[in-house]
């Protein structure tokens, strides 16, 4: 039997259900026994491996202190649809690199870190020097 690949969407989802969980410096054991579920559970939710249903994600918001909204920013687009906005349809989705590098640990620490020097010209050294070891684009 061939195992099914998990909605890019719910795997989105998910990543920000971590993202969040781990920005409160909450275990897994914690969401789960807030939503009365099993930590493996929660991990299948951030895998994308389980769908989050609708009820499930509006408990899983307040537990986490975040609008709904929040876990579907930055959310890749669907092959052969549009996004909406004021103006009409458009076709600019939002780049999901910074959520999925926010959704790591090391992401995490580095931009916690990183938001606590206060001096604003040695942040911008920071990131020129980050820019150079990393190279052009």
Do not use: C
């Not at 061939?2 to 971590?18: E, F, L, M, Q, Y």
């Not at 951030?46 to 537990?63: D, Y």
Request: proline share 5%; net charge positive; glycine share 8%.
């Amino acid at each position: 039997m061939v195992k099914k690949a998990p909605n890019p969407i719910d795997k989105h989802v998910g990543s920000r259900v971590r993202m969040r969980r781990m920005m409160l410096g909450m275990s897994q054991e914690k969401l789960g026994d807030a939503l009365g579920l099993t930590f493996q559970q929660v991990q299948k939710y951030e895998k994308g491996t389980n769908r989050i249903g609708a009820s499930r994600l509006q408990q899983i918001s307040q537990i986490l202190q975040v609008p709904v909204a929040f876990f579907f920013e930055g959310a890749p687009e669907i092959p052969g649809t549009a996004t909406w906005s004021e103006n009409g349809l458009n076709e600019a989705p939002s780049p999901t690199y910074v959520s999925d590098f926010l959704a790591t640990s090391d992401g995490l620490a580095l931009t916690k870190a990183f938001m606590r020097i206060e001096d604003a010209k040695l942040r911008r050294r920071i990131v020129d020097l980050v820019e150079q070891i990393a190279g052009e684009e």
